[in-house]
């Protein structure tokens, strides 16, 4: 592994966007240090994050393969299949940067895990600590961070309340006209 080596994907190999995108792009202008490498499936996103000067390679060639298994760190936005699903995580630390935090359900619903079987609860919770536990995730709020973690069984020491990369424009003094007018 690379501790320098960071990959980077989204929208299951579909899309070069979102919070992943942001962050990737953020990361080459700003992080000379660090190696960012977009990993995709889809031949018009390669092409487009290499007009753009970046480090791209298609998840399922043998170079796309390498450098997920020898990165150091793996940003997604859904899941693994926005870098590589079919081999499973690499034991690199896995960021989970989402796509939104949105008010709909996932995971498992506290009301669910209420009406089942303690030993049942406990052995899932072992399932996805063991399966998650190079993972970190990220959320908005102290709010979220609480949802998620219950709703994933996810420990909340690996929950870390950052904001999302794609709305720190927001935030950010700018000399885009768009921007100026919203804010």
Same mark, same amino acid.
């Given at each position: ?9 989204? &929208? ?25 490498? &977009? ?95 190079? &993972? ?48």
């Amino acid at each position: 592994k690379k501790k320098d080596k960071w990959v980077f994907g989204a &929208w299951d190999g579909k899309l070069y966007a979102d919070n992943t995108k942001v962050l990737f792009q953020y990361i080459n202008e700003n992080h000379k240090n660090i190696t960012p490498i &977009w990993i995709t499936g889809e031949n018009f996103a390669l092409e487009q994050v290499r007009s753009l000067g970046y480090l791209c390679y298609h998840k399922h060639s043998l170079i796309g393969l390498w450098h997920y298994l020898t990165a150091g760190a793996c940003f997604i936005t859904a899941g693994l299949g926005d870098i590589e699903r079919t081999i499973g995580n690499g034991n690199q630390k896995v960021i989970q940067l989402w796509h939104g935090m949105g008010i709909k359900g996932f995971g498992l619903p506290s009301e669910k895990i209420k009406h089942c079987d303690a030993e049942y609860v406990a052995n899932l919770k072992k399932v996805y600590q063991n399966e998650h536990a190079r &993972w970190y995730w990220m959320s908005t709020s102290e709010e979220s961070k609480e949802k998620y973690a219950r709703s994933c069984l996810i420990p909340e020491n690996h929950m870390f309340i950052t904001g999302q990369p794609k709305d720190d424009v927001f935030a950010r003094n700018t000399s885009n006209a768009y921007i100026d007018e919203i804010r």
